[in-house]
């Protein structure tokens, strides 16, 4: 299933900051930057992550193995989609500011 983003919805209340802001993002969409930036946020998260990860208690349970790829499909779906666009997107929208 698809994802509805719902950040835009808050924003409507300025409609005229939205029109600006998809001017803004259009441009770093279509040169590349914005597709640049999510990449450098996957990858520093990531680095991040793997640090936290070594700090975590081992599990007293795990999850049979096709449940476990399904949950690690799912995230991987919503991390590397929405959420990366998401973080970015909020960044630009704090420096348009």
């Given at each position: 299933?698809?994802?509805?983003?719902?950040?835009?919805?808050h924003?409507?209340?300025?409609?005229?900051?939205?029109?600006l802001?998809?001017?803004?993002?259009?441009?770093?969409?279509?040169?590349g930057?914005?597709?640049?930036?999510?990449?450098?946020?996957?990858?520093?998260?990531?680095?991040?992550?793997?640090?936290?990860?070594?700090?975590?208690?081992?599990?007293?349970?795990?999850?049979?193995?096709?449940?476990?790829?399904?949950?690690?499909?799912?995230?991987?779906?919503?991390?590397?989609?929405?959420?990366?666009?998401?973080?970015?997107?909020?960044?630009?929208?704090?420096?348009?500011?």
């Amino acid at each position: 299933t698809a994802v509805m983003p719902s950040m835009y919805r808050h924003l409507a209340h300025w409609p005229g900051f939205l029109a600006l802001l998809h001017v803004y993002l259009a441009t770093l969409h279509a040169d590349g930057r914005l597709e640049a930036m999510m990449q450098q946020i996957l990858s520093t998260s990531a680095a991040k992550a793997e640090h936290l990860a070594g700090g975590l208690a081992e599990p007293e349970t795990t999850l049979p193995a096709d449940s476990e790829a399904r949950v690690r499909q799912a995230l991987e779906t919503f991390i590397d989609g929405p959420l990366v666009k998401m973080v970015a997107i909020v960044a630009c929208i704090r420096a348009a500011m």
